[in-house]
């Protein structure tokens, strides 16, 4: 006999948080690594530096990153704020 799984895509918003929760754990990770190694945390300079010409694309991507994760909580927050002004006390 054969069943029929329901299967629902994953939201793209979710998707968009995992990818905000991996870029910021591997970005805390590189970076707790560098200075371990080194001493001193990366200098932002030699890293755009070293990037060259994909410098800006990488600035654009974390911009993106930046923004969504400032247009995600701010949505929360305001429907947070619009909830609580329409509820009544007994």
Sequence with gaps: METVLDKK???LS???WYAVF???GASL???SLYMAF???PYDANML???AGPIAWAL???????WGFLAIA???????RVQNSSNETAS
């Design 9 to 11: 895509d994953w939201a």
């Design 14 to 16: 979710t998707i968009c």
């Design 22 to 24: 991996v870029w910021f």
């Design 29 to 31: 990770f590189s970076q």
């Design 38 to 40: 080194n001493g001193a």
């Design 48 to 50: 755009l530096e070293s």
């Design 59 to 65: 600035i654009f991507v974390e911009i993106v990153v």
């Design 73 to 79: 909580i701010g949505g929360k927050v305001a429907n």
